[in-house]
T-cell receptor, first 111, second 115 residues
Framework: SQQGEEDPQALSIQEGENATMNCSYK?????LQWYRQNSGRGLVHLIL?????REKHSGRLRVTLDTSKKSSSLLITASRAADTASYFC???????????FGEGTQLTVNP | DADVTQTPRNRITKTGKRIMLECSQT?????MYWYRQDPGLGLRLIYY???????NKGEISDGYSVSRQAQAKFSLSLESAIPNQTALYFC??????????????FGPGTRLTVL
């Protein structure tokens, strides 16, 4: 089964609103990463949060990590139409040797 | 110029044909990966390579093979393509430091259709 599972699968909001996406995972991790994918394009790294961090900010992005609940959230504030994309979480497991990607959240920001 | 390039960008082929997808990178990274993405799904790892002499199977390696010709080049082959290998294929690279993974850098993808 997928290590990282995003919720919701799809999210539609109006420009200016905040968008929150969640990721749950099953095993211990070294870090958790969020990626963005515009339709049919390659993934682009957004932010990395290490297992000993609880919150991290980058511009309009805010990521939280709760290792006790094995979950992470990505908040995009003041969303823009250009934020429309799929967002994936990826986990770097302590027992593994590579990243494992979830199935993604499709975000649509309506102008 | 893009740091990670893939060729071809699009390919239509027939069942049973041999296909090679190529990936080149100028980032100087040791680690390279091949993923496939199916509609509505996340990325699934096919093969990965930590250096020229180190090749590892991912979760869906059956029907695929790879070659790491140099640090900068990692190619994926489908020896005998079948329709369920129709997908979007991505190459990625990373620079491993210490005990945890840093970000991966992705190529633009190859859209493969097997008829």
């Amino acid at each position: 089964s997928q290590q990282g599972e995003e919720d919701p699968q799809a999210l539609s909001i109006q420009e200016g609103e905040n968008a929150t996406m969640n990721c749950s995972y099953k095993t211990s991790i070294n870090n958790l990463q969020w990626y963005r994918q515009n339709s049919g394009r390659g993934l682009v790294h957004l932010i990395l949060i290490r297992s000993n961090e609880r919150e991290k900010h980058s511009g309009r992005l805010r990521v939280t990590l709760d290792t006790s609940k094995k979950s992470s959230s990505l908040l995009i504030t003041a969303s823009r139409a250009a934020d429309t994309a799929s967002y994936f979480c990826a986990t770097d497991e302590t027992s593994g040797s590579r990243l494992t990607f979830g199935e993604g959240t499709q975000l649509t920001v309506n102008p | 110029d893009a740091d990670v390039t893939q060729t071809p960008r699009n390919r239509i082929t027939k069942t049973g044909k041999r296909i090679m997808l190529e990936c080149s990178q100028t980032k100087g990274h040791d680690r390279m990966y091949w993923y496939r993405q199916d509609p509505g799904l996340g990325l699934r790892l096919i093969y990965y390579s930590f250096d020229v002499k180190d090749i590892n199977k991912g979760e869906i390696s059956d029907g695929y093979s790879v070659s790491r010709q140099a640090q900068a080049k990692f190619s994926l082959s489908l020896e005998s393509a079948i329709p369920n290998q129709t997908a979007l294929y991505f190459c990625a690279t990373s620079d491993f430091k210490g005990a945890s993974y840093n970000e991966q850098f992705f190529g633009p993808g190859t859209r493969l259709t097997v008829l």
